[in-house]
């Protein structure tokens, strides 16, 4: 079983930056694919960035030009640079991942969510 531990959130004024981090256990091979989800109050939660196992890169129209997804030089550890941000970006944010084992066994986890919260 993987968990998936998340990091970085908080309170921060409008156009401020953070920066998410996502870590997988170090005993995992790889990470395939990634992405970064967020829920607001109210509201179902929604894809805000991600990785294909494919390489390709999406994110939401919501967020493009302001937020990064990108893999750490760790191998299990990814992050979400979040710039310019606006009061509708305040949300609980998850990480999502699959990848593999050594043993060629394939995993998929989530993170346990962080709060981040814009505000002035």
């Known amino acids: 079983q993987v968990q998936l531990v998340e990091s970085g959130g908080g309170l921060v004024q409008p156009g401020g930056s953070l920066r998410l981090s996502c870590a997988a256990p170090e005993n995992i091979f790889s990470i395939t694919a990634m992405g970064w989800y967020r829920q607001a109050p109210g509201k179902q939660r929604e894809l805000v960035a991600a990785?294909?196992?494919?390489?390709?890169?999406n994110y939401a129209d919501s967020v493009k030009g302001r937020f990064t997804i990108s893999r750490g030089n760790a191998k299990n550890t990814f992050y979400l640079q979040m710039n310019s941000l606006k009061p509708e970006d305040t949300a609980v944010y998850f990480c999502?991942?699959?990848?593999?084992?050594?043993?060629?066994?394939?995993?998929?986890?989530w993170g346990q969510g962080t709060q981040v919260t814009v505000s002035s």
């Open positions: 999502n991942a699959d990848g593999l084992f050594y043993s060629g066994t394939d995993w998929g986890a």
């Open positions: 990785v294909t196992s494919g390489g390709s890169t």
